[in-house]
């Protein structure tokens, strides 16, 4: 049984990626590039549960979670709700006429949560119209009023986060708040004293809008004049992407995994855990000011799975980035694997890693591509514990392959990575 399991007798599985949490909705690329990996959320399915989803899924990529997990073909209702721009899942649902439909299927199931990807007043409505918890909170429970709603929202942005790590004591790189009008003014007078600036749009995630500026560029054509709050802070350098993932329960806040990101020019684009090349004492720091976080959290009644970012300089030294209150692009992944594994999350002993590419023409299909694995023995298998897993669906128009590796250990792992590399080459 994994985190997501206990407690309820079904879930309602809402991949809520247009939330107004993570990331402005107006930013419709973003939001979509984020719903195309909707499918991954199958991984946590049971016979009985419901997934809500923004894209359809394929046959061939429901068969083959099935057959891994042993969840028969057609046990779990797959509810396609597509987004758009502007709009939140939740309000989408309403907006589509679907909320009907949906609560047809929630009566017939006595006990069913609401399990989202992003905690939003959107989405605590429909659960509240739909007449069942979220998940992981009580039956009846207003989470407006217990501040867990207010937290997320405020947490998910870069000014929020920067305030309660300061108080934390977390060593956050030297910045600077300021204002659309302001945001090019406050580049140049910070360009005097560092060589390199990292510019963040107060709400996203993942990398995304995120722009670096050098001493010595032309500011006005790196950074555009926008409106709401930006954060204007140093670039300590690549050094090592890091990342501790918790969770807040109701006697507190635990570490579940760690791992470094795979990053290019700010944006998210892989995970490995456990972290390598990461010293025990750098672990250690980063798990604590998590762990501090965590206690903020459930103070202000927040339960659930959030992260904390960090990047080691070269020098050694542990800078904290930011933080996401919500499921974020491990978290199902790391369900997947110890499911897959048969071990109850927080407990996995062996190495993992996500990341996708772009396949030509030729390995373009999701069936091509889990044939070439099988035939080759690099696939997933329970037996011998390791394999490469597709954990998202591939339903084509240049959709990537995002892949999964499970091994023992990293040399493994990477081992397995780079040949699946040159079978697909």
């Known amino acids: 049984m994994i985190l997501e399991h206990r407690d309820c007798a079904s879930l309602v599985i809402f991949a809520n990626f247009a939330s107004e949490v993570a990331v402005d909705l107006r930013e419709a690329e973003v939001v979509w590039e984020w719903s195309a990996r909707a499918s991954r959320e199958l991984w946590l399915a049971r016979p009985g549960d419901i997934l809500v989803t923004p894209v359809p899924l394929t046959d061939s990529f429901t068969h083959y979670v099935g057959s891994l997990l042993g969840v028969p073909h057609g046990s ?42 992003a905690l939003d007043a959107s989405t605590t409505s429909l659960a509240s119209d739909l007449g069942i918890p979220v998940v992981p909170y009580a039956p009846g429970m207003d989470l407006t009023a217990s501040g867990a709603v207010g937290s997320a929202a405020v947490l998910n942005t870069k000014t929020g986060f920067r305030s309660d790590a300061e108080r934390i004591g977390m060593r956050l790189p030297r910045a600077r708040v300021c204002t659309g009008t302001e945001l090019q003014r406050t580049v140049r007078d910070l360009l005097d004293s560092h060589p390199r600036l990292v510019v963040k749009p107060d709400r996203s995630a993942g990398g995304k809008g995120l722009r670096f500026v050098s001493r010595g560029d032309p500011v006005t054509t790196q950074v555009s004049e926008r409106s709401g709050l930006w954060v204007v802070e140093e670039d300590v350098g690549p050094g090592i992407s890091v990342s501790a993932q918790l969770t807040v329960e109701e006697q507190g806040p635990r570490t579940l995994f760690a791992g470094t990101m795979r990053v290019r020019e700010g944006a998210f684009t892989g995970y490995v855990s456990p972290p390598p090349g990461v010293g025990h004492d750098v672990l250690k720091e980063l798990q604590a000011w998590g762990l501090g976080l965590g ?131």
């Open 76 to 117: 779990v209702h797959v509810l396609t709700v597509p987004v758009t721009p502007g709009t939140s899942m939740a309000d989408e649902v309403r907006k589509a006429g679907v909320l009907p439909l949906l609560r047809d299927l929630v009566l017939r199931r006595p006990g069913i949560g609401l399990l989202p990807l």
């Open 295 to 425: 206690r903020r959290l459930r103070a202000s009644g927040y339960l659930g799975p959030f992260d904390v970012d960090a990047v080691l300089a070269h020098d050694g030294t542990l800078y904290a980035t930011e933080c996401n209150v919500r499921r974020t692009a491990t978290t199902t992944p790391y369900a997947m694997v110890s499911r897959l594994e048969g071990q109850d999350s927080g407990h996995f002993a062996g190495a993992w890693l996500i990341d996708h590419r772009h396949c030509s023409t030729d390995h373009g299909d999701f069936e091509k591509v889990r044939r070439i694995l099988r035939s080759t023995r690099l696939a997933y298998d329970p037996d011998r514990g390791e394999g490469i897993v597709l954990y998202s669906d591939m339903p084509g128009g240049g959709t990537p392959l995002c892949y999964a590796v499970i091994a023992p250990e990293h040399e493994r792992l990477f081992a397995l990575e780079a040949d699946l590399a040159d079978v697909l080459s």
